[in-house]
């Protein structure tokens, strides 16, 4: 099956700025588009960049993603405690199974 | 603001079978596609299935192709996921999930003997 790869773990101070990998391939990130989600334990994931860079409404402007060729990103800026949580990319993906919906592994972000 | 409640989660044997059901408060729910997404315990997000507006199409994860449906019924708000043939690897939190962004709050299945 096709995959996502995000780094396990990631890591900043407040006030920094980090980023999130995501890579893919043609079949997924090459020709679709790329989601984000925070997931805070106990809690529903919460999207936080859908179609490669725009946030849903309520979601800071400290949070934000691209997308070139088969790879994406999302960066935070400004780093808070609060921004401790898991962190995933997702994207439809076309391939010999058919047109499924795929996650990455996700990413574990510690505030130092 | 849409809300998405899941239920029917519990504890069934390897081999048995359950439907989750999932119910939206708005009138909302109709135009979007409708997926199911799990987290196992320790583990990441895994999306399952998910089912187009008008129920024409209807996709699935590679390990649930055979035992689970995905279906939808807008009259009531409501879609649902029949698990049949469980095996423990299916023990996981079950989210439903409105197009990308409303997710309801899960239902737990433990599939052990």
């Known amino acids: 099956q096709s995959v996502l790869t995000q780094p396990p773990s990631a890591s900043g101070t407040p006030g920094q700025r980090v980023t999130i990998s995501c890579s893919g391939s043609?079949?997924?990130?090459?020709?679709?588009?790329v989601y984000w989600y925070q997931h805070l334990p106990g809690a529903a994931p919460k999207l936080l960049i859908y179609?490669?860079?725009r946030r849903p409404s309520g979601v800071p402007d400290r949070f934000s993603g691209s997308k070139s060729g088969t790879s994406a990103s999302l960066a935070i800026s400004g780093l808070q405690p609060d921004d401790e949580a898991d962190y995933y990319c997702a994207a439809w993906d076309e391939s010999l199974s058919g047109r499924q919906v795929i996650f990455g592994g996700g990413t574990k972000l510690t505030v130092l | 603001e849409v809300q998405l409640v899941e239920s029917g989660g519990g504890l069934v044997q390897p081999g048995g079978s359950l439907r989750l059901s999932c119910e939206a408060s708005?009138?909302?729910?109709?135009?979007?596609?409708m997926s199911w997404v799990r987290q196992a315990p320790g583990k990441g997000l895994e999306w399952v299935a998910n089912?187009?507006?008008?129920?024409?199409?209807?996709h699935y994860v590679d390990s649930v192709w055979g035992r689970f449906t995905i279906s939808r019924d807008d009259a009531r708000n409501s879609v649902s996921l029949q698990m049949t043939s469980l095996r423990a690897e299916d023990t996981a939190v079950y989210h439903c999930v409105r197009d990308w962004d409303v997710w309801g709050q899960g239902t737990t299945v433990i599939v052990s003997s």
């Open positions: 179609q490669n860079y």
């Open positions: 708005t009138l909302t729910f109709r135009s979007f596609w």
């Open positions: 089912i187009r507006p008008d129920g024409s199409q209807r």
């Open positions: 043609a079949s997924n990130l090459g020709s679709n588009y």
